[in-house]
């Protein structure tokens, strides 16, 4: 059983009760937030959406809280202490990961694309472009495939969906704003990347084109390849074309195709660049 026990450092502390001890822990309501939390985002991750957040209930979380930890929650001791009803427990769990859409899909391509960059010869125009040829095939496979196995790349599109099929403007209005708040941050983190590669191989985008609208670009159609992929991938892989050093044959992926399309209307050699 849980109660409100008393005030500490101006916070609330709750009397949580161990399933496993039947003893009473003292846990901060930010402590307790959290778990929960937790637990409703650990039970998306293994679900996954459905139509909505409908089984997201504080039953179902409670009941996942006490096995994975032993501690017992009830409603009674969160409606009104920490949220005021079920929705807004759920607006929270949705707001978080709308707001977090990760980097896990960058990481996993910038690794794939180490020893490439590495190797890269970019003594002339013509060797430059095409080691971003290349670029495009490598880093394209990989990051389809790391948003394919991102375990938090499904939740986080199906809140988007969410959001754009709903027709309760005003209750969807928080998960709107962490939705913008997490497309601003991982949307500027991938124009930082493709900023520094452009510098690299000493490349620049055409006027009047921006830098934003090739990062925006190239994310759409990746997120796009990647949901299509599921339902089509003998379309969206193993597309051999001759792009070898001497013309061999290589794989490629729709979106490695689409990314160096990309590249080709939106960049151009920067004249002021040097080897360095």
């Not at 846990?27 to 957040?53: C, P």
């Not at 001791?77 to 005021?84: L, T």
Request: charged content about 25%; aromatic content about 6%; glycine content about 10%.
């Amino acid at each position: 059983m849980l109660r409100v026990a008393m005030l500490e450092r101006g916070e609330r502390t709750l009397m949580v009760s161990a399933a496993s001890t039947g003893r009473a822990t003292r846990r901060s309501r930010g402590e307790l937030r959290a778990l929960i939390i937790g637990a409703g985002n650990q039970l998306i991750l293994e679900e996954g959406l459905g139509t909505g957040a409908e089984n997201l209930t504080f039953k179902r979380v409670f009941d996942r809280l006490a096995d994975s930890t032993g501690i017992r929650v009830t409603n009674a001791s969160v409606i009104g202490r920490i949220w005021d009803n079920q929705r807004d427990f759920q607006t929270e769990v949705l707001s978080i990961i709308a707001h977090s859409p990760g980097s896990a899909d960058m990481d996993k391509t910038l690794e794939a694309l180490g020893p490439l960059l590495e190797h890269a010869d970019r003594s002339t125009v013509d060797s430059r472009w095409h080691a971003v040829q290349q670029v495009c095939r490598v880093g394209g496979a990989a990051n389809v495939d790391a948003l394919i196995h991102t375990r938090s790349w499904p939740p986080w599109f199906g809140v988007w969906a969410l959001v754009m099929a709903g027709s309760d403007t005003e209750g969807n209005r928080p998960i709107e704003e962490a939705l913008r708040r997490g497309y601003e941050e991982v949307t500027n983190q991938w124009g930082e990347a493709y900023g520094s590669m452009l510098t690299f191989f000493g490349l620049r985008v055409r006027s009047p084109m921006t830098l934003r609208q090739l990062t925006v670009a190239a994310g759409a159609l990746a997120e796009g390849c990647a949901l299509r992929d599921r339902v089509d991938p003998e379309s969206m892989r193993r597309i051999l074309r001759p792009t070898g050093p001497d013309g061999e044959t290589e794989e490629w992926t729709l979106f490695g195709i689409g990314l160096e399309s990309l590249t080709v209307l939106f960049l151009e050699a920067d004249p002021a660049w040097e080897l360095v």
